[in-house]
Nanobody, 124 residues
């Protein structure tokens, strides 16, 4: 059974930075593409970033491009989301997800496993 546990969320001022981590257990980490999604109050869950199994290919939503960066360390079974220049509109619960497809997907419905989320709050 795959388990995903996110960490690193918190309260930060606009312009600040946070790094989210997500650890996978129960299966071979390198067998999964990984993604980060977020959900703000009253809004649907949306794609933030994804990374292929190997880590050689990444994709980022236009809203975070140039500010956020996804990476992974297969030896540590961990995927990261470095978030810089945070804005109040980045406030959301951030979820880590695992996808058995080699390159992953930007669609929440395609993901196979989900973490419980970590809250990021950006104050103005």
């Amino acid at each position: 059974q795959v388990q995903l546990v996110e960490s690193g969320g918190g309260l930060v001022q606009a312009g600040g930075s946070l790094r989210l981590s997500c650890a996978l257990s129960g299966r071979t980490f390198s067998s999964y593409a990984m993604g980060w999604f977020r959900q703000a109050p009253g809004k649907e869950r949306e794609f933030v970033a994804r990374i292929s199994r190997s880590g050689l290919a990444t994709w980022h939503a236009d809203s975070v491009k140039g500010r956020f960066s996804i990476s992974r360390e297969n030896a540590k079974n961990t995927v990261y989301l470095q978030m810089n220049d945070l804005k109040p509109e980045d406030t959301a619960v951030y979820y880590c997800a695992a996808d058995m497809a080699p390159f992953g997907s930007s669609q929440p419905d395609d993901m196979n496993y989900w973490g419980k989320g970590t809250l990021v709050t950006v104050s103005s």
